[in-house]
């Protein structure tokens, strides 16, 4: 039993999985600022959206495993497939069983909330398919951090708020955007660390069609924008100022963007890599705890 979880555990890529949890968090606590808050609809959605978390990683790897893409020397994935701990077939299967259980959260929401987010679960798990599946994978286009900013970002934050509120305004999608700009870092770290090996696969990641100064300094925009929104956020009112307290993760910024201009090694960059997901933990938590904080005010 022991064997078979440590063959499983790294599958779900467990540093990855505060994207789909941090976004929910900040929206349920825009929404218990304004007054509303039911903790049931906030476990629902939460577990839903790490699950959807946790079965994108595993058709990612199923789709880089059957497209070439993995390999023994390969720095990111898990190697569940290729280092013969799981059959191809199994991680399938482990995550549509995955997908499954979030359809079970999910029509909690559905039963409870509003039959409108029955399309939005479908439209979301499409998006997990599609950005690793299909004749056309996202992931091997130059948009892959556009959908993340947007599906893993503007839309969990709102549905976070809207299965409080069951209504959605602009204010919540300007407060989002701070985590929509650290969950497109997160992959475009990633892509980054692996565009020698990619580009030799044939993807044609946005690093790999603009190049890898202008990646860098991509990233450094969506790491420095997000302190920037929560500022012009908090000045417009939009959140409270005690958001302000997500300031207080910007020391973790500036060693990232030294990693990745310091060198090109795949295995020297996956710390930062990991360092974007620990800075998009640290700072969605503290924003979140900031706007919630208000509540006591």
Not at 6 to 23: C, D, H, K, Q, S
Not at 90 to 106: F, Q, Y
Not at 192 to 203: E, L
Not at 219 to 242: D, E, M, N, S
């Amino acid at each position: 039993m022991r064997q078979h979880i440590a063959n499983w555990f790294p599958l779900i890529r467990p540093f990855t999985l505060t994207a789909g949890a941090v976004p929910v968090l900040v929206g349920s606590a825009l929404a218990a600022w304004e007054g509303v808050f039911f903790v049931d609809r906030f476990l629902a959605m939460l577990v839903c959206s790490v699950l959807i978390q946790a079965a994108t990683n595993m058709l990612n790897e199923y789709e880089d495993f059957h497209r070439g893409l993995d390999t023994h020397e390969s720095v990111g994935n898990s190697g569940s497939i290729v280092l013969g701990h799981l059959t191809d077939k199994a991680v399938l299967r482990g995550a549509l069983v995955t997908l499954g259980l979030a359809l079970l959260s999910g029509l909690y929401l559905v039963v409870t909330v509003s039959p409108w987010l029955l399309a939005v679960g479908a439209a979301a798990v499409l998006g997990a398919f599609l950005y690793s599946g299909g004749p056309k994978a996202i992931a091997w286009t130059p948009f892959g951090e556009a959908q993340v900013f947007v599906l893993m970002g503007l839309l969990l934050v709102g549905l976070g708020y809207y299965v409080q509120m069951e209504t959605i305004t602009g204010a919540v999608i300007v407060a989002a955007l701070p985590v929509s700009f650290l969950v497109a870092a997160i992959l475009l770290g990633n892509n980054i660390r692996d565009m020698v090996g990619d580009a030799a696969k044939g993807r044609r990641t946005l690093v790999i069609v603009a190049g890898r100064q202008v990646g860098i300094g991509v990233l450094a925009a969506l790491l420095g924008g997000a302190y920037v929104v929560i500022a012009v956020a908090v000045v417009a009112r939009v959140v409270p100022w005690t958001a302000l307290i997500a300031l207080l993760s910007l020391p973790l910024a500036p060693g990232i963007i030294r990693r990745f201009q310091s060198t090109a090694v795949p295995a020297a960059l996956h710390p930062a890599v990991k360092g974007i997901a620990r800075l998009h933990l640290v700072l969605g938590t503290l924003y979140a705890a900031g706007i919630a904080l208000a509540i006591l005010r």
